[in-house]
């Protein structure tokens, strides 16, 4: 298949943050009050369906807490706060097998971009802290704070499809969480999971080679663009 641009998620992707997660959920909780204290299983549980940066959220839907708006935006705000804090105090480092596929994607002359739906000071955080000012040269689009809940058309992987000038069948998003790879199917990209959750997924140090995405014949997350390449053959 040919790819011009590579869509990469940052959770699980290109930096390992379960534990920072983790440890910024249960602070959170602390702080609010609530009795809820999550291990690893849990986070993920969340993270399936919600995806990391607000996998909080799953925590209070059936609680008195949901119907208190401002309260359930500072618990937000202070697992945001509390996240930010860890990874400006220990920036960590970039997955190998991640920096790997870059490294080759650039070489064949693919475009790399960033679009996540962590809070853009978290992601500028994380960026800079690995890559200091070579962020600006690798990667063509960074986008922080993203919304994958909007109509397909006018989502945050058109927006950045089309000031790229790139189709959406020659792009291909690496995500963890199902909110960003939904949003990315619907755009018409293809997608692949690599959560450390679920069944059916591609482990990160199974999946990440430029060279086996460039070989792919089907979207490992998405079965209907399996079933429309299969038809067409």
């Not at 293809?190 to 792919?216: H, K």
Request: proline share 6%; charged share 20%; with cysteine.
């Amino acid at each position: 298949m040919s790819i011009d641009v590579i869509f990469l998620g940052l959770d699980g992707v290109l930096f390992d943050t379960e534990a920072l997660h983790l440890a910024a959920c249960n602070a959170a909780f602390a702080n609010a009050g609530l009795s809820v204290r999550w291990t690893l299983p849990a986070l993920r549980s969340a993270a399936a369906t919600h995806g990391y940066a607000r996998a909080i959220g799953s925590a209070i839907a059936g609680e008195p807490l949901s119907r208190d708006k401002a309260r359930v935006a500072e618990l937000f705000a202070d697992k945001h706060r509390q996240f930010h804090q860890a990874i400006s105090a220990r920036p960590p480092k970039a997955l190998p097998a991640a920096l790997a596929l870059i490294d080759d994607a650039l070489n064949d002359g693919c475009k790399i971009c960033v679009l996540t739906d962590l809070p853009a000071p978290a992601t500028s955080a994380l960026l800079s802290g690995c890559f200091d000012a070579d962020v600006n040269s690798l990667f063509a689009v960074v986008t922080g704070g993203a919304n994958f809940d909007g109509p397909a058309g006018t989502g945050p992987y058109a927006r950045a499809l089309n000031a790229m000038s790139v189709s959406p069948q020659d792009a291909i998003a690496i995500d963890t969480a199902v909110p960003g790879l939904r949003a990315a199917e619907e755009a018409g990209l293809w997608t692949v999971s690599v959560a450390p959750y679920g069944n059916d997924v591609v482990r990160p140090r199974q999946f990440i080679t430029y060279d086996a995405l460039r070989e792919l014949r089907s979207s490992p997350y998405t079965p209907d663009q399996r079933a429309k390449h299969e038809l067409a053959a």
